[in-house]
T-cell receptor
Framework: DAKTTQPNSMESNEEEPVHLPCNHS???????IHWYRQLPSQGPEYVIH???SNVNNRMASLAIAEDRKSSTLILHRATLRDAAVYYCIRQASGYSTLTFGKGTMLLVSP | ETGVTQSPTHLIKTRGQQVTLRCSSQ?????VSWYQQALGQGPQFIFQ???????GRGNFPPRFSGLQFPNYSSELNVNALELDDSALYLCASSFAAELNTEAFFGQGTRLTVV
């Protein structure tokens, strides 16, 4: 049970921002929200994670709703290399294992 | 700093055989987790090793077993292979003292059981 809900697929155009939603309505107060992505024929790659506050790094931004029942991964300018399956994962505090769902397949068009 | 490496990259086995997959963790990481990814699905957690001991297990039968060595590298062994064991097997390394931070995955081993 991944305990997160994501759209099966989304499409974007190159150089446009992409907002990937994730619903985690049953999240507990101490669960972290992680995002990983998996490019074709590769292992998953860490993107970003957060607990309560919005987070930014060189790859993306993570916007967490105030009630923490949902979050959005933001890619500021999509490139063709961003085409991948994006996984939103809840991770209990004090753990290092990951429970993956099916993720969102992001398609990026030139 | 080296990344996570897995070997072999591809493998074909016959139903009923046994297989051993190998993983070298990222430098400085003392925890290794193994995942199975069937086609079109997200990775599923098999088990985790920390300091050479199994430290958590997913919903996989006992014929899936593992080892972690003093240098933190790891093996995944699967006995009595079944057709449904065909999948991409991924290992991920992390540092136990830094919980809830990023894990680093290898490229995986593609196992085909015929």
């Amino acid at each position: 049970d991944a305990k997160t809900t994501q759209p099966n697929s989304m499409e974007s155009n190159e150089e446009e921002p992409v907002h990937l939603p994730c619903n985690h309505s049953t999240i507990s107060g101490t669960d972290y929200i992680h995002w990983y992505r998996q490019l074709p024929s590769q292992g998953p790659e860490y993107v970003i994670h957060g607990l309560t506050s919005n987070v930014n790094n060189r790859m993306a931004s993570l916007a967490i709703a105030e009630d923490r029942k949902s979050s959005t991964l933001i890619l500021h300018r999509a490139t063709l290399r961003d085409a991948a399956v994006y996984y939103c994962i809840r991770q209990a505090s004090g753990y290092s294992t990951l429970t993956f769902g099916k993720g969102t397949m992001l398609l990026v068009s030139p | 700093e080296t990344g996570v490496t897995q070997s072999p990259t591809h493998l074909i086995k016959t139903r009923g055989q046994q297989v051993t997959l190998r993983c070298s963790s990222q430098s400085g990481h003392n925890t290794v987790s193994w995942y199975q990814q069937a086609l079109g699905q997200g990775p599923q957690f098999i088990f985790q090793y920390y300091r050479e001991e199994e430290n958590g297990r997913g919903n996989f039968p006992p014929r899936f077993s593992g080892l972690q060595f003093p240098n933190y590298s790891s093996e995944l062994n699967v006995n009595a292979l079944e057709l449904d064991d065909s999948a991409l097997y991924l290992c991920a390394s992390s540092f136990a003292a830094e919980l809830n931070t990023e894990a680093f995955f290898g490229q995986g081993t593609r196992l085909t059981v015929v």
